[in-house]
């Protein structure tokens, strides 16, 4: 079985199977760009900082988990 990976669509299987782009890659894509704008603003080293710094990282790891999460069933589906 062959897989295209690509832009518009998240994957191609070569049987004519299509994955779309989740769409909250999206808007947690913006909640993080939002967040990092309000870190850039804070005063480096206070605890106002400290604050919006894990807000910000556990933004990426939400997306990082997300984006496994959603690998793994899409590879759970196409192995079935």
Same mark, same amino acid.
């Given at each position: 079985?062959?897989? #295209?990976?690509?832009?518009? #669509?998240?994957?191609?299987?070569?049987?004519?199977?299509?994955?779309?782009?989740?769409?909250?890659?999206?808007?947690?894509? #913006?909640?993080?760009?939002?967040? *990092?704008?309000?870190?850039?603003?804070?005063?480096?080293?206070?605890?106002?900082?400290?604050? *919006?710094?894990?807000?910000?990282?556990?933004?990426?790891?939400?997306?990082?988990? %997300?984006?496994? #999460?959603?690998?793994?069933?899409?590879? %759970?589906?196409?192995?079935?």
């Amino acid at each position: 079985i062959g897989i #295209d990976v690509g832009l518009k #669509d998240f994957a191609i299987l070569s049987d004519g199977t299509h994955y779309e782009n989740p769409k909250f890659f999206r808007s947690l894509e #913006d909640k993080l760009a939002k967040a *990092q704008r309000v870190l850039s603003r804070r005063m480096k080293g206070s605890s106002r900082w400290n604050k *919006q710094r894990v807000k910000v990282a556990r933004i990426h790891e939400y997306i990082s988990n %997300t984006r496994k #999460d959603y690998l793994d069933k899409i590879s %759970t589906e196409i192995i079935k």
